[in-house]
């Protein structure tokens, strides 16, 4: 059996259900907001666990270099101390994301926090026995640490590749839509106000209409594949209903995570009552379409009146 497939098994473990609600209640205690906006990675464009593990493990790893040579055990103890240091914010930004995945992502998140609390102690260990002097035992304990923190790094692999914990589940739609413009219905079909649930061929879209303009971006929510048309509006932004991302519609930006990358948007043309969209480059909003189409319909006038 594959190790993969193994693994897969760790996601279906219900008896670890209770360690997960034991551990969501501590996450739940992370302030909500711009806290956690910082801790996902909203700033950054993408999650921000992926890169503070770097360094302590790159510390730790560094470290397991120095043991084999001679003379190096200063440099290797400072590397297990900063190793030390790095991993509490590492293990809170990943926690925060953790708390916001569905269960099965969670089963192998518990396993994986847990090894990773093991691997910790086993560096406090061996920073308590290098400080002493104990440089032998310091680099035995390392070791062992060091061969902890890779079974959990198998496991946080798992995560973000094999369940997309942590990609982009809606980067896929504006790849799908074909060259042009594409009509999806007429504007007295959508409600003011209220994001509706709409189809491109076999593309879920979300619409939403204020007034005359439309506004249009991917159903599916970016973070986790919720359905942004179950979601609620307000304030010119969607809010996903499963775990309370949030995007302005005239651009598909994040007001607020654990979404950390824009929602995909379309463009939108209403003419004689039929709405229609088309691709758009990233971050492209709405009012600017429109004023695109405005110099296009009076370029086209010109014309007319020359003829």
């Known amino acids: 059996m594959r190790l993969g497939e193994r693994i897969h098994r760790i996601e279906r473990a219900t008896g670890l259900d209770r360690a997960v609600t034991a551990m969501q209640r501590v996450t739940d205690r992370i302030p909500e907001g711009g806290v956690r906006d910082v801790l996902h990675g909203v700033q950054l464009g993408h999650p921000l ?58 089963r192998v998140g518990v396993v994986h926090a847990g090894l990773n609390t093991v691997a910790t102690m086993l560096y406090g260990a061996s920073s308590l026995a290098r400080h002493s002097g104990r440089h032998g035992l310091g680099k035995a304990l390392g070791m062992a640490g060091l061969g902890v923190v890779s079974v ?17 589940h809606a980067d896929h739609v504006p790849d799908r839509i074909p060259d042009g413009w594409h009509d999806i219905g007429t504007l007295s079909e959508f409600p003011e106000g209220r994001p509706v649930h709409g189809v491109l061929g076999d593309i879920p879209l979300v619409i ?18 919720g359905p942004l048309s179950q979601g609620e509006y307000a304030d010119g932004c969607v809010t996903c209903p499963w775990h309370g991302s949030t995007f302005r519609v005239t651009d598909g930006s994040v007001v607020n995570g654990p979404a950390t990358t824009s929602q995909p948007v379309l463009r939108t043309r209403v003419r004689d009552g039929i709405v229609s969209v088309r691709r758009a480059d990233a971050g492209v909003a709405v009012p600017a379409q429109r004023a695109e189409e405005a110099a296009a319909e009076k370029t086209r006038a010109k014309g007319s009146a020359r003829g």
Not at 154 to 168: F, K, P
Request: aromatic share 4%; glycine share 10%; hydrophobic share 45%.
């Open 152 to 168: 959990s790094g198998l496991l946080g692999a798992h995560i973000s590749y094999a369940l997309s914990g942590g990609a982009n």
């Open 49 to 106: 666990h992926p890169l503070l593990v770097q360094v302590p493990i790159g510390a730790w790893l560094s470290a397991a270099v120095l043991d084999f040579t001679p003379g190096s055990e200063r440099a290797a103890r400072r590397l297990v101390d900063v190793g030390l240091v790095a991993s509490l914010p590492a293990a809170l930004a990943g926690s925060t994301d953790w708390s916001q995945q569905q269960q099965r992502h969670k």
């Open 208 to 225: 939403v209409r204020t007034g005359s303009d439309v506004h249009v971006m991917a159903d599916e929510c970016v973070h986790m594949g």
